[in-house]
């Protein structure tokens, strides 16, 4: 079954960095694209940014700039460098993969997703 494992989540200081990877296993798609979504407490699950298949990207207004989203194809593992961190930003993230090759910024259009993990930003 495909699953998708995020790591790399953790407590750093506003203005640090932090990079998730988000790495997907058995059965996958010929083609897809992936994304990073978040959800902070009270708050409903946000898009971030996606990739598509051939490595266009796009964010979501409050991170461009400051967040960067890769993927390595070969190793079926998606990126989201994390940088100039602000409290705001402290969320859960949770990666999905969805079977469309072009990149997806709606969550209902994304077929797994991962456990999520934690990302704290203090001030």
């Known amino acids: 079954q495909l699953q998708l494992v995020e790591s790399g989540g953790g407590l750093v200081q506003a203005g640090g960095s932090l990079r998730l990877s988000c790495a997907v296993s058995?059965?996958?798609?010929?083609?897809?694209?992936m994304g990073w979504f978040r959800q902070a407490p009270g708050k409903e699950r946000e898009f971030v940014g996606a990739?598509?298949?051939?490595?266009?990207?796009a964010y979501a207004d409050s991170v461009k700039g400051r967040l960067t989203i890769s993927r390595d194809r070969a190793k079926h593992t998606m990126y989201l460098q994390m940088n100039s961190l602000k409290p705001e930003d402290t969320a859960i993230y949770y990666c999905?993969?969805?079977?469309?090759?072009?990149?997806?910024?709606?969550?209902?259009?994304?077929?797994?997703w991962g456990q999520g993990t934690q990302v704290t930003i203090s001030t």
């Open positions: 999905g993969i969805s079977q469309s090759s072009s990149l997806r910024t709606i969550a209902t259009s994304y077929n797994y």
């Open positions: 990739i598509s298949w051939t490595g266009n990207t």
């Open positions: 058995g059965p996958t798609y010929s083609t897809y694209s």
